[in-house]
Nanobody
Framework: QVQLVESGGGSVQAGGSLRLSCAAS????????MGWFRRAPGKEREFVAA????????YYVNSVKGRFTISRDNAKNTVYLQMNSLQPEDTAVYYC???????????????WGQGTQVTVSS
């Protein structure tokens, strides 16, 4: 089992920034690819960003490229999502995800965090 706990969500105005953190415990963190997904009100959960176990391979959904940065610190068992230039359409619950194989699909995720709310006002 891997336990994931997100933090760093909140409310910001458009153009602002937030940094989400996800602390992992349980099995060896470096054995898992990590990612972030989000679910906006009334919408399906969607992929946001993913990072390989070593951090060498990164993927982003097109809508966040150039604004969001995913990173990981294997020594701290933590993955981050730096979000800049936030827009109202980024409003969602953001979920941390751990997977044995790097994936951009929710079905491929092995463990989920509980989610953290991000609200961006115009």
């Amino acid at each position: 089992q891997v336990q994931l706990v997100e933090s760093g969500g909140g409310s910001v105005q458009a153009g602002g920034s937030l940094r989400l953190s996800c602390a992992a415990s349980g099995r060896t963190f470096s054995n898992y690819a990590m990612g972030w997904f989000r679910r906006a009100p009334g919408k399906e959960r969607e992929f946001v960003a993913a990072l390989s176990r070593s951090g060498d391979h990164l993927y982003y959904v097109n809508s966040v490229k150039g604004r969001f940065t995913i990173s990981r610190d294997n020594a701290k068992n933590t993955v981050y999502l730096q979000m800049n230039s936030l827009q109202p359409e980024d409003t969602a619950v953001y979920y941390c995800a751990a997977s044995v194989t790097l994936t951009t699909q929710a079905l491929g995720v092995n463990y989920w965090g509980q989610g953290t709310q991000v609200t961006v006002s115009s």
